[in-house]
């Protein structure tokens, strides 16, 4: 079974721009998470998806919003980009009702 | 703040040195995962533990939950090199579906 994917895996954008980053999880997985990961904060909680539906949300400004579409994909979009950022953003997926989250590779977003 | 307080943080030992990397909290977790992440990856999933006092052996690593449920314990029993990377606990809880709380990890390095 295909894990979990994430594109682009690389990303370079200036202040004030927006982003949009895109997850596909695994095949029958119905949750989709975000984490944005940086050396200072390690690994933060953005929000979830489920069946299209945001079912969580971390403590992170409206500037950060996302969305899943009916056959689980997600995207995530940050608008009027700043420096602080820069990170690795995670996507997971999980079994409905489990645990388990299984982690894509990543994207790394870079903003000068 | 932080929930899940890791130690140590950084880990160098020789190839064949046990070790043992702990997760603590002051709240009960539904469930704790354990992950392993490598350089520019995603994290990798090693066990999830639900049970208060639970223990799970994959070949030479133990994990070990706590019968309270607020901590937990990661044991790599004669390292390897390839033990190498950045070790996660994750916390979850049954009425916040995928929602994980991560500690800030421990940089495990194993020298031949």
């Known amino acids: 079974k295909a894990g979990v994917t994430q594109t682009p895996r690389y990303l370079i954008k200036t202040r004030g721009q927006q982003v949009t980053l895109s997850c596909s999880p695994i095949?029958?997985?119905?949750?989709v998470s975000w984490y944005q990961q940086t050396p200072g904060q390690g690994l933060q909680f953005l929000f979830e998806?489920?069946?299209?539906?945001?079912?969580n949300k971390g403590n992170f400004p409206g500037r950060f919003s996302g969305r899943q579409f009916s056959n689980s994909r997600s995207e995530m979009n940050v608008s009027t980009l700043e420096l602080g950022d820069s990170a690795l953003y995670l996507c997971?997926?999980?079994?409905?009702?489990?645990?388990?989250?299984?982690f894509g590779p990543g994207t790394r977003l870079t903003v000068t | 703040t932080q929930l899940l307080e890791q130690s140590p943080q950084f880990l160098s030992i020789q190839e064949g040195e046990n070790l043992t990397v702990y997760c603590n909290s002051s709240?009960?977790?539904?469930?704790l995962q354990w992950y392993r992440q490598e350089p520019g990856e995603g994290p990798v999933l090693l066990v999830t533990?639900?049970?208060?006092?639970e223990v799970k052996k994959l070949k030479r690593l133990t994990f070990q939950f706590g019968d309270a449920r607020k901590d937990s314990s990661l044991h790599i029993t004669a390292a390897q090199p390839g033990d190498t990377g950045l070790y996660l606990c994750?916390?979850?809880?049954?009425?916040?579906?995928?929602?994980?709380?991560f500690g800030q990890g421990t940089e495990l390095s194993v020298k031949p």
């Open positions: 095949s029958g997985h119905r949750s």
């Open positions: 997971a997926s999980s079994p409905a009702f489990l645990y388990e989250q299984y």
């Open positions: 709240s009960v977790f539904s469930s």
């Open positions: 533990v639900v049970t208060g006092g």
């Open positions: 998806y489920f069946s299209e539906t945001q079912r």
């Open positions: 994750a916390g979850g809880r049954y009425n916040q579906g995928g929602k994980l709380i």
